[in-house]
């Protein structure tokens, strides 16, 4: 459901159209017409319109579509509506909600035609600027209803007023130009222009009321009034209302109320009649035109929407679109305004009743409902799929065994009022698995039952199961049959595998059994008992899988019957099937390859001749949960049905390259059954689900080839929005408020619902994160000051990716003192203050170094001193002690001599 201002998206509905055409003639008859259909998607007021008239439907460079109504303009993503009007949008310069006509310049920017004169949006910016009676430049003073606008190759806007004439604006000077009925080149009879349309030759058209056609070529100086193409149809009568060139330089004019026709322009400016269409089933006045690329014109009438196949041959072939539809919201029998083929080639049609979007590449999944009967068929889970010999079409249907459903009819027959097999017990509940053996015996898979051999041409058959004693067979449940190329037959219970030997004579009864279990101390048997699907190879080998445990291949030859060796290939013994253990399926290819499908939702695959499986990682995130079931088709595309849809894998090409058709009306709701398929001698496909089934031919599957534009739609920093920045410039952060949200459109707009997309923050995420369109929303909080790059990619509705992920750059701005001045301002101070204690540290070294030599220098004069006094101290004593010596001498000699004798004292002579 698209809504204003909400992440829901668009309710998207399959409408089947009657389409109508006749021979081709000049005039054309009104008769009923064969039917076809398309597959719409419609956007109406149950959608969020603020009205259902459409009168313009535009899409931007950037991938928008943009809808002109009179309450309001509207951008559409595929998922929300935008409005843009008075009541929220007065303040960023827009004053009036009445839009009518819109044109984009080759700089990008949007101009509107609107009751108020012409207005130019700031798309990023998301402000208004209007030309009009209140500028002073505005040439038609009167006249600010304006009703048509073009642009020509020069970015100059024509502009067409409601009586005023032509005005042509130069949107590089904003310079205006008039054109009127006081303008003597042309023959303006009126001034209520109808349409303008800039043609590729450089010729500006002009349509006016019950008026002339104007053609103005300024660079030749043509300035051409023409009044009719022939005398029956004169402009004045039948006003061209829509003009569309062709690629050959011919012209459609819609005529009012005479139809459509085709002319050439002639050197002399005038018209030649190429063709003439005046009788579209009664939808003779043309509002718009456009051309798809396969050359089909498409009209808005009065009456809906009509396309003219072929429109330059012969014979071309009018269809008239109708919806069948039973809901009159949905009727298409209104008035259309406005045509637009894309550039994908989606037909837009903007309507009273609101915008339709038709799909060129809707597939073709036709979807069989079982009927229920009340009191006989409760179910229509359709649980297996065969066609017998006769061409019956055999489906198992869960709870009632089988039957044939009849497509001409539309109905079940039970098996038990089928004269071919209701001689069959009638408990049968029910059938998992079909199997037309090479002898034309039909084997039968059951649920409670066992085993059933059946041979239609005698309505004989044999029960096999546990109250049979006759073979050893006690299993309830069948889940898959397999006959090898020696005629065996093969069966995969919940049991074990069982081994049906064919003897001769060929009879009904004439075989025997061997069972094949797990072992608990054999590493030679098979790893478990409950079987989930049985191949045999290119090489003669068998392939058994297994519901929990991994794959076995038998190694001892088809032609032993016992013992015999399984090698097993499980979460024991092969890193890849520790999360791939739990088979579902398995499939092989043409070209010998064996597909296997896990519950887990991975692909594994093994090349011929190569002894490895390998996880498909190419689909690893695209398939869902569960693989139900695989199939080759005859061009060899693998099918993988999955909880998210079916997967198309070329198989023509080296590398991995797919498709996907998600849940959709067509599908069975991605309600697949497993091993429910099944491929006839046509190469139609059948999958069988809990519903009905599903029958196509694969080559009438057109993947959807539009690459998706994927833009971010909105940016929130924290719980405001901001704007996205322009020019490559970076989305600057502050570091407090550093929480982003981001959310995404991939402006592709078939089953939008359906598109993926893969967002990856570099400086944040190691991989790509993918997300569904229901979510298309992403946060980073809490971002860390720093450069960061948002990488953001798309899908389509089928899986196809840009080639190129699209880039947002992020800065996150640091606190102030986190800043690189902040931090340059403390490496100065940490640096100044470091180099003051070095200097200080040196200086204080220098005076320490100072006062320790002076102190070593006052040590020295002190132990000079002392050494001198000691020196000196030993000197006088050497010189003194002498001296003393001799004085006494001396003063005893002088004593001695000079001194009285002592008396009594005889001085003896000899």
């Given at each position: 459901?698209?809504?204003?201002?909400?992440?829901?998206?668009?309710?998207?509905?399959?409408?089947?159209?009657?389409?109508?055409?006749?021979?081709?003639?000049?005039?054309?008859?009104?008769?009923?017409?064969?039917?076809?259909?398309?597959?719409?998607?419609?956007?109406?007021?149950?959608?969020?319109?603020?009205?259902?008239?459409?009168?313009?439907?535009?899409?931007?460079?950037?991938?928008?579509?943009?809808?002109?109504?009179?309450?309001?303009?509207?951008?559409?993503?595929?998922?929300?509506?935008?409005?843009?009007?008075?009541?929220?949008?007065?303040?960023?310069?827009?004053?009036?909600?009445?839009?009518?006509?819109?044109?984009?310049?080759?700089?990008?920017?949007?101009?509107?035609?609107?009751?108020?004169?012409?207005?130019?949006?700031?798309?990023?910016?998301?402000?208004?600027?209007?030309?009009?009676?209140?500028?002073?430049?505005?040439?038609?003073?009167?006249?600010?209803?304006?009703?048509?606008?073009?642009?020509?190759?020069?970015?100059?806007?024509?502009?067409?007023?409601?009586?005023?004439?032509?005005?042509?604006?130069?949107?590089?000077?904003?310079?205006?130009?008039?054109?009127?009925?006081?303008?003597?080149?042309?023959?303006?009879?009126?001034?209520?222009?109808?349409?303008?349309?800039?043609?590729?030759?450089?010729?500006?058209?002009?349509?006016?009321?019950?008026?002339?056609?104007?053609?103005?070529?300024?660079?030749?100086?043509?300035?051409?009034?023409?009044?009719?193409?022939?005398?029956?149809?004169?402009?004045?009568?039948?006003?061209?209302?829509?003009?569309?060139?062709?690629?050959?330089?011919?012209?459609?004019?819609?005529?009012?109320?005479?139809?459509?026709?085709?002319?050439?322009?002639?050197?002399?400016?005038?018209?030649?009649?190429?063709?003439?269409?005046?009788?579209?089933?009664?939808?003779?006045?043309?509002?718009?035109?456009?051309?798809?690329?396969?050359?089909?014109?498409?009209?808005?009438?009065?009456n809906g929407v009509i396309q003219v196949q072929k429109p330059q041959s012969a014979s071309p072939e009018v269809v008239l679109i109708k919806n069948i539809d039973s809901e009159p919201s949905y009727n298409l029998q209104y008035e259309v305004f406005s045509i637009l083929c894309d550039n994908n080639n989606f037909i837009w049609a903007g309507t009273l009743t609101g915008v339709y979007l038709t799909n060129p590449f809707?597939?073709?999944?036709?979807?069989?409902?079982?009927?229920?009967?009340?009191?006989?068929?409760?179910?229509?889970?359709?649980?297996?799929?065969?066609?017998?010999?006769?061409?019956?079409?055999?489906?198992?249907?869960?709870?009632?065994?089988?039957?044939?459903?009849?497509?001409?009819?539309?109905?079940?027959?039970?098996?038990?009022?089928?004269?071919?097999?209701?001689?069959?017990?009638?408990?049968?509940?029910?059938?998992?698995?079909?199997?037309?053996?090479?002898?034309?015996?039909?084997?039968?898979?059951?649920?409670?039952?066992?085993?059933?051999?059946?041979?239609?041409?005698?309505?004989?058959?044999?029960?096999?199961?546990?109250?049979?004693?006759?073979?050893?067979?006690?299993?309830?449940?069948?889940?898959?049959?397999?006959?090898?190329?020696?005629?065996?037959?093969?069966?995969?219970?919940?049991?074990?595998?069982?081994?049906?030997?064919?003897?001769?004579?060929?009879?009904?009864?004439?075989?025997?059994?061997?069972?094949?279990?797990?072992?608990?101390?054999?590493?030679?048997?098979?790893?478990?008992?409950?079987?989930?699907?049985?191949?045999?190879?290119?090489?003669?080998?068998?392939?058994?899988?297994?519901?929990?445990?991994?794959?076995?291949?038998?190694?001892?030859?088809?032609?032993?019957?016992?013992?015999?060796?399984?090698?097993?290939?499980?979460?024991?013994?092969?890193?890849?099937?520790?999360?791939?253990?739990?088979?579902?399926?398995?499939?092989?290819?043409?070209?010998?390859?064996?597909?296997?499908?896990?519950?887990?939702?991975?692909?594994?695959?093994?090349?011929?001749?190569?002894?490895?499986?390998?996880?498909?990682?190419?689909?690893?995130?695209?398939?869902?949960?569960?693989?139900?079931?695989?199939?080759?088709?005859?061009?060899?595309?693998?099918?993988?049905?999955?909880?998210?849809?079916?997967?198309?894998?070329?198989?023509?090409?080296?590398?991995?390259?797919?498709?996907?058709?998600?849940?959709?009306?067509?599908?069975?709701?991605?309600?697949?059954?497993?091993?429910?398929?099944?491929?006839?001698?046509?190469?139609?496909?059948?999958?069988?689900?809990?519903?009905?089934?599903?029958?196509?031919?694969?080559?009438?599957?057109?993947?959807?080839?539009?690459?998706?534009?994927?833009?971010?739609?909105?940016?929130?920093?924290?719980?405001?929005?901001?704007?996205?920045?322009?020019?490559?410039?970076?989305?600057?952060?502050?570091?407090?408020?550093?929480?982003?949200?981001?959310?995404?459109?991939?402006?592709?707009?078939?089953?939008?619902?359906?598109?993926?997309?893969?967002?990856?923050?570099?400086?944040?995420?190691?991989?790509?994160?993918?997300?569904?369109?229901?979510?298309?929303?992403?946060?980073?909080?809490?971002?860390?000051?720093?450069?960061?790059?948002?990488?953001?990619?798309?899908?389509?509705?089928?899986?196809?990716?840009?080639?190129?992920?699209?880039?947002?750059?992020?800065?996150?701005?640091?606190?102030?003192?986190?800043?690189?001045?902040?931090?340059?301002?403390?490496?100065?101070?940490?640096?100044?203050?470091?180099?003051?204690?070095?200097?200080?540290?040196?200086?204080?070294?220098?005076?320490?170094?100072?006062?320790?030599?002076?102190?070593?220098?006052?040590?020295?004069?002190?132990?000079?001193?002392?050494?001198?006094?000691?020196?000196?101290?030993?000197?006088?004593?050497?010189?003194?002690?002498?001296?003393?010596?001799?004085?006494?001498?001396?003063?005893?000699?002088?004593?001695?001599?000079?001194?009285?004798?002592?008396?009594?004292?005889?001085?003896?002579?000899?």
């Amino acid at each position: 459901m698209a809504s204003i201002n909400n992440s829901s998206y668009s309710h998207q509905i399959v409408i089947m159209f009657l389409i109508a055409w006749n021979i081709s003639i000049p005039v054309w008859s009104n008769n009923e017409l064969p039917s076809e259909t398309y597959s719409v998607s419609m956007i109406s007021g149950n959608e969020g319109l603020p009205t259902e008239e459409i009168r313009k439907v535009f899409k931007g460079s950037n991938g928008y579509m943009w809808f002109a109504t009179p309450e309001g303009l509207i951008r559409y993503d595929g998922y929300e509506l935008k409005l843009y009007s008075t009541s929220k949008y007065l303040t960023q310069g827009l004053i009036t909600n009445n839009f009518s006509d819109i044109v984009q310049t080759t700089d990008g920017t949007l101009w509107f035609a609107t009751d108020h004169g012409v207005a130019r949006l700031d798309e990023n910016n998301e402000t208004f600027s209007f030309f009009n009676t209140n500028k002073k430049n505005w040439k038609s003073q009167s006249y600010n209803k304006i009703n048509t606008l073009a642009t020509d190759a020069e970015d100059n806007i024509w502009i067409g007023t409601g009586g005023g004439g032509v005005l042509k604006l130069n949107t590089k000077n904003n310079h205006f130009e008039e054109f009127n009925k006081n303008d003597s080149r042309i023959d303006m009879s009126s001034e209520w222009i109808v349409k303008i349309y800039c043609d590729s030759q450089g010729n500006t058209w002009i349509t006016t009321w019950e008026g002339n056609l104007i053609i103005i070529n300024e660079k030749k100086r043509i300035y051409k009034t023409i009044q009719g193409i022939t005398k029956d149809l004169l402009f004045s009568e039948h006003t061209p209302y829509s003009i569309h060139e062709t690629s050959n330089n011919k012209y459609w004019l819609g005529l009012w109320g005479k139809g459509l026709v085709c002319v050439s322009l002639a050197q002399d400016y005038q018209l030649n009649l190429e063709h003439k269409l005046n009788n579209l089933n009664n939808n003779n006045i043309i509002y718009d035109i456009d051309i798809d690329k396969k050359g089909n014109l498409w009209l808005g009438t009065t009456n809906g929407v009509i396309q003219v196949q072929k429109p330059q041959s012969a014979s071309p072939e009018v269809v008239l679109i109708k919806n069948i539809d039973s809901e009159p919201s949905y009727n298409l029998q209104y008035e259309v305004f406005s045509i637009l083929c894309d550039n994908n080639n989606f037909i837009w049609a903007g309507t009273l009743t609101g915008v339709y979007l038709t799909n060129p590449f809707s597939q073709n999944f036709y979807t069989y409902i079982i009927p229920l009967e009340t009191n006989k068929l409760l179910s229509q889970a359709a649980t297996a799929i065969t066609i017998d010999p006769q061409g019956h079409f055999l489906i198992g249907l869960r709870g009632y065994g089988f039957g044939e459903y009849s497509f001409t009819d539309n109905c079940f027959i039970p098996y038990t009022s089928h004269p071919t097999y209701n001689k069959l017990n009638p408990a049968l509940n029910t059938i998992n698995c079909f199997l037309w053996d090479s002898d034309g015996y039909l084997w039968l898979g059951t649920r409670y039952l066992g085993l059933i051999k059946y041979d239609p041409k005698t309505g004989h058959s044999i029960e096999i199961n546990q109250d049979n004693h006759v073979f050893n067979f006690n299993a309830e449940t069948v889940v898959d049959l397999l006959q090898d190329h020696l005629g065996n037959i093969w069966a995969g219970t919940e049991k074990g595998i069982y081994k049906i030997i064919k003897h001769y004579p060929i009879k009904l009864e004439n075989f025997s059994i061997v069972r094949y279990t797990h072992e608990e101390d054999n590493p030679h048997s098979i790893s478990s008992n409950l079987i989930s699907k049985i191949i045999e190879d290119d090489n003669k080998q068998l392939w058994i899988a297994t519901f929990d445990k991994g794959i076995n291949k038998l190694k001892t030859r088809l032609e032993t019957h016992y013992p015999v060796q399984f090698e097993n290939l499980n979460s024991s013994t092969s890193k890849l099937f520790k999360t791939s253990s739990q088979i579902s399926t398995m499939y092989k290819g043409s070209d010998g390859t064996i597909w296997i499908g896990t519950t887990g939702g991975k692909l594994l695959r093994k090349k011929m001749n190569n002894n490895n499986f390998k996880l498909v990682k190419e689909v690893d995130n695209i398939i869902g949960e569960t693989i139900f079931s695989i199939i080759e088709d005859n061009d060899h595309f693998l099918w993988v049905a999955s909880s998210q849809g079916l997967v198309r894998i070329d198989l023509n090409k080296e590398s991995i390259s797919y498709s996907i058709f998600p849940k959709s009306t067509e599908l069975l709701n991605n309600n697949f059954i497993r091993n429910a398929i099944y491929k006839d001698t046509n190469g139609k496909l059948y999958l069988g689900g809990n519903k009905g089934f599903n029958a196509f031919f694969p080559h009438s599957i057109v993947p959807n080839p539009s690459i998706p534009h994927v833009a971010i739609t909105n940016i929130k920093q924290g719980n405001q929005t901001i704007k996205m920045p322009t020019n490559n410039n970076p989305l600057i952060l502050n570091h407090t408020n550093n929480t982003l949200s981001f959310a995404f459109s991939a402006l592709s707009y078939a089953s939008p619902e359906n598109n993926r997309y893969a967002i990856m923050l570099e400086g944040v995420d190691d991989d790509w994160r993918y997300i569904k369109a229901s979510i298309r929303e992403i946060t980073y909080a809490n971002l860390k000051p720093g450069e960061y790059t948002l990488k953001y990619n798309a899908s389509n509705n089928n899986g196809l990716w840009r080639a190129e992920a699209r880039q947002l750059r992020i800065r996150v701005n640091p606190a102030y003192y986190e800043t690189w001045w902040a931090i340059t301002l403390y490496f100065i101070i940490i640096l100044s203050s470091l180099l003051y204690i070095i200097l200080k540290e040196r200086k204080t070294n220098k005076i320490m170094r100072a006062l320790e030599i002076e102190h070593i220098e006052h040590e020295k004069s002190e132990n000079l001193l002392s050494f001198k006094k000691q020196l000196f101290a030993n000197i006088s004593n050497e010189f003194i002690t002498p001296l003393n010596v001799l004085n006494v001498y001396i003063e005893n000699w002088r004593n001695i001599h000079t001194s009285p004798p002592p008396t009594g004292l005889t001085i003896g002579t000899t």
